[in-house]
């Protein structure tokens, strides 16, 4: 069956260090979104790729990058941690634009 | 900004009963609608989707839709403590070219045995 995997499933990691979150989906979609999760906001688009090569920012972006180099693959990475990053990432893939999102079991990440 | 709301609740309704839940967005030209569950500590999922005015019913699920009022409901039949979740409402509200879902932030109901 196709599914979304996000690595690690926890993470620890200390302000200042560079950390990469990993999302690789079989579904074959050529749309991917990064998501972080926080009580009292919700869910928000940090970034999001509509195919390769193509990178764009979400509500969130400050802070974090994307790369997209083939279809199954797009890495989180936060430059420079900060405790604000403290949350649980969730990685999602669609169809195409009338499709819903399918999601990855999340990260949770705290920065100390 | 583009905004879809929800009432946090937390709605509890006892079991057996026909739980009610409530979205608003403002993007005029949204065309698709999502609802999601979501278990505390686990990632969301999907129950329904909805992209016409009117009523989808799917088992004990019925999702509303009403563009005119931008307004889209859930409600769930014959609530099971099991239904005791997150239910976060989402809608592609980013027009032609958009494949992104701006979330909700979400309704916990809580289904009393």
């Known amino acids: 069956d196709a599914e979304i995997t996000q690595s690690p499933r926890h993470k620890i990691t200390e302000t200042g260090r560079q950390v990469t979150l990993a999302c690789h989906q079989t579904?074959?979609?050529?749309?991917m979104f990064w998501y972080r999760q926080d009580l009292g906001h919700g869910l928000r688009l940090i970034h999001y790729?509509?195919?390769?090569?193509?990178?764009n920012k979400g509500e969130v972006s400050d802070g974090y990058s994307v790369s997209r180099s083939n279809t199954e693959d797009l890495p989180l990475t936060l430059e420079s941690a900060a405790s604000s990053q403290t949350s649980v990432y969730f990685c999602?893939?669609?169809?195409?634009?009338?499709?819903?999102?399918?999601f990855g079991n999340g990260t949770r990440l705290t920065v100390t | 900004q583009k905004e879809v709301e929800q009432n946090s609740g937390p709605l509890s309704v006892p079991e057996g009963a026909i739980a009610s839940l409530n979205c608003t967005y403002s993007?005029?030209?949204?065309?698709?609608f999502f609802w999601y569950r979501q278990y505390s500590g686990k990632s969301p999922e999907l129950i329904m989707s909805?992209?016409?005015?009117g009523d989808k019913e799917d088992g004990r699920f019925t999702a509303q839709l009403n563009k005119a009022s931008q307004y889209v409901s859930l409600l769930i039949r014959d609530s099971q403590p099991s239904d005791s979740a997150t239910y976060l409402c989402a809608v592609n509200e980013g027009g032609a070219g958009s494949y992104q879902l701006t979330f909700g932030k979400g309704t916990k109901l809580s289904v009393i045995p």
């Open positions: 999602a893939s669609s169809e195409g634009r009338f499709s819903p999102l399918h």
């Open positions: 993007d005029r030209g949204s065309q698709s």
């Open positions: 909805i992209y016409s005015n």
């Open positions: 579904w074959n979609h050529n749309n």
């Open positions: 790729s509509y195919g390769v090569q193509d990178t």
